[in-house]
């Protein structure tokens, strides 16, 4: 298995993110959107060792996604692997319970006939009683979460390789298109980690500039309004606590993020 990442300033993220997944015994390859931080000094270390490529992809000062969906498209027909995985460096998937890591888990939905794979998605966040996860440790800081299911799929981009191409764009990466498509009846699991302080999210979203064409097709509408006032964080009690992956619990799923919904 291969994940196809893109990355933009994620020095936050991309260590813990790619140790994570060549520990699940998946490979990766790096599409960095010109990073002004260390995103690919630190990515560069683990070439290698299961980081199989680094892509520069030119930035003209305005956040374009689709372009960066239309290359991981080609990147599905020109890699070796047998099955892919379109993810962002603030996402942790998961396997099932039961199944020690990613890749073994993904091969039993491969004996099964099946070719695609939709993830459930749990939201971390920080909260009014602690703010402040930014920091190397924020996943042993950050231990609050809510489920987070606007749609069913949502997150269905894992998916065999396929000889005759596959379409991420459409859906702006959430449901990955192609004939004869069996998705898998259960989705895995996927930590994701939203922002880690409220000036992270101002620098994340708010002083993001996004593409004007795809503000109109109605793509990041909800991230471009955000304004740093409107910030707020939950408290505690209207999360729950992280305990293990296995006990992650789905029922009862937001439909919006909070801080994107006033």
Known sequence: MTALLATFNEERFIRHCLEHLLSQGVSVYLLDNSSTDRTVEIAREFLGRGLIGIEELPRDGFYRWGPILRRKEELAAELEADWFLHIDADEFRLPPPGHSTLAEALAGVDRAGFNAVD???????????????DHELFLETMRWYYPFSPRRPNQLNA????????????SAGHEVAFPGLRPYPEAFPMRHYLFLSVEHAIEKYVERRYD??????????????????????????????????ALLDASEPRTKHPVFAS
Do not use: N
Not at 159 to 170: E, F, M, P, T
Not at 222 to 235: K, N, Q, S, W, Y
């Open 119 to 133: 993830f459930q998605e749990f939201t971390f966040v920080p909260t009014r009683e602690e703010p402040d996860h």
């Open 159 to 170: 998916w065999k390789r396929q000889s005759g191409g596959v379409d991420l764009a459409s």
């Open 212 to 245: 004007p064409g795809e503000l109109e097709a109605g793509w990041h509408r909800a991230r471009a309004a955000l304004r740093a006032e409107d910030i707020t964080l939950l408290p505690q009690v209207e999360l729950r606590r992280y305990e293990s992956d």
